[in-house]
């Protein structure tokens, strides 16, 4: 085989190789599932912002008697929570 020959071989089989990787597109009858989403999206969130309020609450009532340092991990917990909620879309399409 010739070098020509076979760096048109290698090319044909290069854009043989490729695959197309289209949009996702929505299928139609679905845009109620959509609502869905976007509704357990925000109680997520909202059940997020009630658990950074009751833990913050409870920290402040706590650092009076010197135990609020406890509360930081539940806090954090929460801001993850957030974190995920918010990016789970994005979270999803890198997984996927």
């Known amino acids: 085989m010739t070098t020509v020959a076979l760096a048109i071989l290698l090319d044909t089989t290069a854009h043989l190789a490729t695959l197309p ?10 845009e109620g599932l959509t609502t869905l989403l976007g509704w357990v999206k925000w109680i997520g969130l909202a059940v997020c912002v009630l658990g950074l309020i009751a833990a913050g609450t409870m920290m402040a009532i706590q650092s009076r008697r010197g135990e609020g340092g ?16 918010s990016a789970a879309t994005s979270l999803v399409g890198f997984f996927v």
């Open 21 to 30: 990787d289209p949009d996702p597109v929505q299928p139609p009858g679905t």
């Open 70 to 85: 406890e509360h930081a991990g539940k806090i954090g917990m929460a801001l993850g929570g957030v974190i995920i909620i």
